[in-house]
């Protein structure tokens, strides 16, 4: 891993990019993304050993143990903003530590595959309410309070599919890295 440029390591699909418009299409391809996240992510890991899930993707990162508890910590997040944003007006939502919680030790020595399960109904739920927005719910706010930021739901569609994809790409890369099947 030495030789791979560390941005690359903790970007491998590169920074999210926000689309210039949020069309129909796009909603529904980052969804179908979401949607389809948890299976990638089981078929990634589930057959990996304890030594190669306690290996971290880039030098000084997580673990792919940690990788796949986070998804589930933050997505969970996801869902909960989602739905204080559907019904609240412009709510200020409760940030986290990330870092932090990655330290405890259901992320670094608790199994994958209760969380593995989590996350398969954790997605089923976010893409059934995100198929199930309309117009004006797409564009319902939530604020956030490191950075005094609204984010719209459309907006966090498009992250929340980027960020699966992401971590996925940090599993992958390493796996290929490591020649492991």
């Given at each position: 891993?030495?030789?791979?440029?560390?941005?690359k390591?903790?970007?491998?699909?590169?920074?999210?990019?926000?689309?210039?418009?949020?069309?129909?299409?796009?909603?529904?391809?980052?969804?179908?993304?979401?949607?389809?996240?948890?299976?990638?992510?089981?078929?990634?890991?589930?057959?990996?050993t304890?030594?190669?899930l306690?290996?971290?993707?880039?030098?000084?990162?997580?673990?792919?143990?940690?990788?796949?508890?986070?998804?589930?910590?933050?997505?969970?997040?996801?869902?909960?903003?989602?739905?204080?944003?559907?019904?609240?007006?412009k709510?200020?939502?409760?940030?986290?530590d990330?870092?932090?919680?990655?330290?405890?030790?259901?992320?670094?020595?608790?199994p994958?595959?209760?969380?593995?399960?989590?996350?398969?109904?954790?997605?089923?739920?976010?893409?059934?309410?995100?198929?199930?927005?309309?117009?004006?719910?797409?564009?319902?706010?939530?604020?956030?309070?490191?950075?005094?930021?609204e984010?719209?739901?459309?907006?966090?569609?498009?992250?929340?599919?980027?960020?699966?994809?992401?971590?996925?790409a940090?599993?992958?890369?390493?796996?290929?890295?490591?020649?492991?099947?």
């Open positions: 891993m030495e030789n791979i440029d560390l941005e390591l903790k970007y491998p699909i590169g920074k999210f990019i926000e689309p210039a418009t949020y069309n129909a299409s796009y909603i529904s391809e980052k969804i179908e993304e979401i949607a389809s996240f948890p299976e990638k992510l089981k078929i990634e890991t589930i057959h990996l304890n030594e190669q306690d290996t971290p993707y880039r030098p000084d990162g997580w673990t792919i143990r940690q990788v796949i508890h986070h998804c589930a910590e933050s997505h969970m997040n996801c869902y909960i903003r989602i739905k204080w944003a559907l019904t609240e007006n709510p200020v939502i409760k940030a986290y990330e870092n932090l919680w990655s330290q405890l030790p259901d992320s670094l020595q608790m994958i595959k209760p969380t593995l399960s989590l996350l398969e109904g954790l997605h089923f739920r976010l893409a059934y309410i995100m198929k199930n927005l309309s117009e004006d719910d797409l564009e319902k706010r939530f604020i956030h309070p490191e950075n005094n930021s984010y719209r739901i459309k907006q966090i569609i498009g992250t929340y599919a980027w960020h699966s994809n992401h971590h996925l940090h599993i992958t890369t390493l796996k290929k890295y490591k020649n492991w099947q």
